[in-house]
């Protein structure tokens, strides 16, 4: 069930270049009012001497056919199963990897791990 909604943010090129000749860009504004869901999972990796690592990674799951890539970040992630306006998470969060999750036919959904992005590079 798909109770939140989220911005995408795409950089685009401004076809301009910097000092050093590398081009330049902003993050943009690609599609807002984006219908996903937010959760919270816990991923455990065993290592080679029997460590075992636990963390708390960030899934988004989104609608089958929703343009998202690996290079997008994700903001604003709102509630709107409940009060409206209520901010879950205001982000901002780089897509890692995007998993398209087949039914028994075709595209079932969209599964998105992300990470949060430092303060200054939205």
């Given at each position: 069930?798909?109770?939140?909604?989220?911005?995408?943010?795409?950089?685009?090129?401004?076809?301009?270049?910097?000092?050093?000749?590398?081009?330049t860009?902003?993050?943009?504004?690609?599609?807002?009012?984006?219908k996903c869901?937010?959760?919270?999972?816990?991923?455990?990796?065993l290592?080679?001497d029997?460590f075992?690592?636990?963390?708390r990674?960030?899934?988004?799951?989104?609608?089958?056919g929703?343009?998202?890539?690996?290079?997008?970040h994700?903001?604003?992630?709102?509630?709107?199963?409940?009060?409206?306006?209520?901010?879950v998470d205001g982000g901002?969060?780089?897509?890692?990897?995007?998993?398209?999750?087949?039914?028994r036919?075709?595209?079932?959904?969209?599964?998105?791990?992300?990470?949060r992005?430092?303060?200054?590079?939205v």
């Amino acid at each position: 069930m798909l109770i939140h909604e989220c911005t995408i943010r795409r950089y685009v090129e401004d076809g301009l270049t910097d000092s050093h000749g590398q081009p330049t860009g902003a993050w943009q504004v690609w599609e807002t009012c984006v219908k996903c869901n937010l959760q919270w999972r816990t991923v455990t990796e065993l290592k080679n001497d029997g460590f075992v690592a636990v963390a708390r990674a960030q899934v988004l799951f989104l609608k089958a056919g929703q343009d998202i890539t690996e290079e997008d970040h994700v903001t604003d992630i709102m509630d709107i199963d409940g009060i409206d306006g209520i901010v879950v998470d205001g982000g901002p969060f780089a897509v890692e990897e995007v998993k398209l999750q087949r039914g028994r036919k075709r595209e079932h959904h969209r599964e998105c791990r992300l990470k949060r992005v430092k303060a200054g590079y939205v």
